[in-house]
């Protein structure tokens, strides 16, 4: 089969590989329909993820069709078409068992990481049965890609842990695919404002069609005042975090209000300040968050009833064998006015 | 002033009564501007509710202009817009600091009730500082009548004790006025399914205007069969009963999957029965109150945002002098097409 | 291997059965060292659960040590000592993701019911890896047998639902093994009075040994006046219904305050009166729950750490082989002051 | 009346002061008759509190007995034994209503910091009906000293930010009153570990008498190692910071594992290290607060019914005159052993 291999730091190739075969009984075989490429695989070009190694076949997303089960697995059989989590998740660790799949001790996040990934014809998928979800017929399956990882991650680790509620006043800082993704997902809780903060007014266009009630181009403008205007002094209830540098998470701690919570989505290369010397008495929550994914079923259905209408996060679509062409495309955003990309397998 | 004065079953006039003075440091004087008729209103006209005594000043629902304060009241002045709350809150008792300002030792629902309410040109609210809200300017004030009761009920009774969730499914059971409000507050939380139940078409049909997914008339098709058939025979995750009769209590409790709630909004005259030769090991909680409006800040700012639209409840307007008349219509609510009625007072 | 064998309505014989055999991959076989007697062993003694057969071995309690696993068992191997839980996990269909095992569609109460079960040499335990837990070295196994049920029972449907909070007011209305079983986990969260109410002295003296702080006699004394008293008036902030008949299920209603849960642990066979002509204002929670022992790890580190002494449940020690004198002594519960009883297998 | 009159860094004197009087309708005078001396007021005495000016009463813990009350107050009369709360709430603040007394618009933290305060004789209260708690006759009103300010500060700001629950792992980092606090105030939630960190093995000793499980000499030992080896490398759930310099706060973030929550209680003067750079995908959650005495009623009840031994953290007695001796006492708490000390108005 063909797929995209990762040989060290800038260097990825559309290849031929073997099949991949059933190593477990809990295994299954997945011919890929739909994958995308994830901010994160961009982290793994530029060699930011020394587990990644020579060889390895990436991505961590898509939809497909089962093509062959291990003999344990029981909700899955050859033909049906399944959503890929990006978290593996074993249900019989300590940690799956508290609703953190993300902390698998026999899974977690490994797909196009520590094991051959999605951007492939076809992938290898460990405890199936725990960690593929069924795709009712008729389904908008391109939709669903969405909810492989960008989905869960901006809702659970940006709104959920940032508690949003009914009339919650709610700042997102970058509005990137995954700060997108919260400010699409929050609105399943209605807050009464939502403020998209980034220095790209292209992506502050996108936030306003996708229901921000306020932008803020903090290249331009002093996102500090522009908040305390806009909540009378007060500060957000919640401040989402998702862009993962030093001044974001400063900022971030400007513009909460007393009682807050800053959510944490970005993944962060370097300590930062905390400002305990205001915030001790400020009854704030900060939370970090490897996406666990435990939310997928609830996303589903309000992605399927179109409550949650997540295509919206999808700007461009390649044919799979074109997927150089698409990491070319995604790495150039800003230029390219690039958000989500949409790989399609031609053979499936 | 004028005023509508109870005068035992099925005795109401416009009449002239003493304007209301300041009795406690903390009551204001509130001239009324909008006034609505609550379904409450028309049980104590019917002999329902004995605590109501000849000579009473109904009505417990109300937006109006501060026009005198007591010396302890400090968050309002002559002048002021205000939303009146229909529970009186003290904010001191043990209840009111749990949020329960249902059960308030010094307040709860006596407006209309236990002293004279807000169907005149003037009312005593005591408490004034814990049981009014400040209108900001500007405001469509008419959206804002919905606060007093109808919403905060539907919401509190309905969406929050029945823990509503975004994809989840909902039944309720009753679409009239109080089950409209759980409709259009259940959708802040986005379910994925909203089943409206009721025997008139009419007020089915409005259900679907206000965001129900599915409606069922009960008189003429079987509601067990038709929701199984929509939950894939596992019932409903939330019902709840906007009714308060033997009868849908009974219904709601085939509704309900495992796991699921029955949250109770319905003011029931008759003990029912409880199913708990099948219900004991079913996982299901059921719920009941009397409305806190512990929520009316939150439910204010979904309205001012435009985030809900609370003036869709509202069907028929009138002069507040033309009160009689303006019960008349909410009294044959099948015959009139009637939800809400607005009552304005023309001198305000 | 010799077992306990149900032959019908109040017939049972302890007698030579075929040893278990791996039936799936996901199967592990048990020899039983030490199993107890339930309630619910009763209830099926005398022909209350149709779903029992002819032939079948009863018990659903136990620990043991690992005798054979199937192939894809990962987390146990022969030797282990294992907790048995009552409740059978598949870890994979929705309602075990919800944590509600007790509803799991491929497993549930199915032990000593609708598969063989622990009151005998050997058992199988279907999906062992998510229905077994490990015992560390050196445990004190007789007080673990107390977590294959009965306190899982105690504190999900009775606790947890119940909401006990530091400082509560808990009423539990019967003393037997489960009300008891409550009675101590209750304890977990330090409410300041917890009432036991139980026509039996000797199980409310027990009660008083087990940290109750009030009891009261209800064939001797006014429950509810007695429970006004204590509460100042104000009933308690919680009822645990431990017994399962109408009349308990009533008088919980007449305890619970204003705000307060009645959470059902009992096992009911007939319809019960809802007094909600009085109850709909009272914002109260009604919960029912079978068992899901998703808080077996929690409360098995509370027991390994001393926190929790389950051993206090047991009253009777019998070999196992002597079952039939223990179902007896378990039977006649009141004449022999019998709360819950050990059976050791001498063989393991 | 004498007082404690703060005069400047380092400057303190018992002197004769004017006795307060009613100033607004919702006051209350309140003849001390026992009170206490915090951290607090010992940073405050070395300049570090600048809102403090000469002339200024100190003391914000206390209970006494009501001399006089103002025309609004209805809650207290003349002669009724109060608790004096260190947070005063107007109760009609958003701030308030929302539970966060913390940040009342109209008061918080003002006794003893921004008005007069209770090391006196007589203290004036304001918004007496909601900053003062009746006490019972015949109660320890010695024991309840402690719920003024350090019982509430160790639970709300440690314990239930900390989300203490059965069975949980719990490291507290610092040792003296605050610390021993949450160290008394966990054990309402039953943790099977609590692992105590300090430098001075005289607290130490002094926890294990008081609960904890394990102690811990970060000037001998190696902390992260040794928590590391009692929680099976898997880290603690929940770690308290009751010291409040960066090196403390450092040492949390090594001790949480996944999933779990760091408490902040310390008062910081300086920014701290983050270190997001590992954190961001360990699910964890970092909170500050300062104390809102919204639990008061709560504690109250549980050292009431003796749950709660808040007497074990007095160490010494003085009579109020002798309070700079008992100041020159609590300054030298190593030396002389101290936790909190107890000043009795010898006129009360």
């Known amino acids: 089969m063909k797929a995209l291999v990762y040989h060290g730091p800038q260097k990825i190739s559309w290849e031929e590989k073997p099949k991949p075969t059933i190593q477990q009984t809990t295994d299954a075989i997945i011919r890929i329909s739909k994958t995308t490429i994830c901010g994160t695989d961009l982290h793994i070009l530029k060699g930011d993820v020394p587990e990644v190694t020579d060889g390895r076949i990436l991505g961590h997303e898509g939809v497909g069709i089962v093509e062959e089960t291990g003999s344990s697995v029981t909700r899955f059989k050859k033909g049906d ?14 940690y799956c068992k508290r609703g953190m799949y993300s902390h698998c001790e ?4 490994i797909l196009g990481h520590l094991i051959d990934g999605t951007q492939a014809e076809y992938t290898r998928i460990p405890f199936a049965d725990t960690s593929l979800y069924p795709i009712p017929e008729g389904s908008d399956e391109e939709a669903l890609v969405m909810l492989s990882d960008i989905l869960p991650t901006g809702f659970e680790c940006g709104v959920l842990n940032g508690q949003v509620k009914p009339g919650d006043t709610v700042a997102i800082v970058g509005s990137g695919p ?10 399943l809780y209605t807050p009464s404002k939502i403020i998209m903060i980034d220095p790209d007014d292209n992506r502050l266009a996108v936030s306003m069609k996708l229901g921000a009630t ?4 903090n290249k331009k403008e002093n996102a500090i005042e522009k908040v305390k205007e806009i909540t009378w002094k007060k500060g957000v209830d919640t401040v989402i975090e998702a862009v993962g540098i030093p001044e974001t998470f400063e900022l971030c701690q400007s513009l909460v209000g007393p009682g807050g919570r800053i959510a944490n989505i970005g993944v962060h290369g370097k300590t930062v300040d905390l400002h305990l010397e205001t915030l001790w008495s400020q009854n704030i929550t900060i939370t970090t968050r490897l996406v666990d994914t435990v939310t997928t079923p609830m996303l589903m ?12 996060l999808i700007t461009h679509h390649f ?8 990491y070319d495309t995604f790495q150039h ?8 990309v949409i790989l399609t397998n031609p053979a499936a």
Chains 1, 2, 3, 4 share one sequence.
């Not at 990006?86 to 249900?91: D, F, G, K, L, P």
């Not at 306020?214 to 181009?217: E, R």
């Not at 259905?301 to 919206?312: F, H, P």
């Not at 955003?333 to 989500?340: I, V, W």
């Open 178 to 187: 995954i700060g997108l993704a919260a400010l699409i997902t929050a609105q």
């Open 106 to 109: 026999n899974g977690g996040w």
């Open 333 to 340: 955003a800003d230029r390219e006015k690039a958000l989500k």
């Open 319 to 326: 044919e799979l064998p074109d997927i150089i062409h698409a």
């Open 214 to 217: 306020h932008t803020i181009n």
């Open 81 to 94: 078409h399944v959503l890929i989590s990006c978290i593996t998740s074993c249900a019989k660790c300590d």
């Open 301 to 312: 259905k309000t992605v399927l009833s179109k409550k949650l209408n997540s295509s919206q």
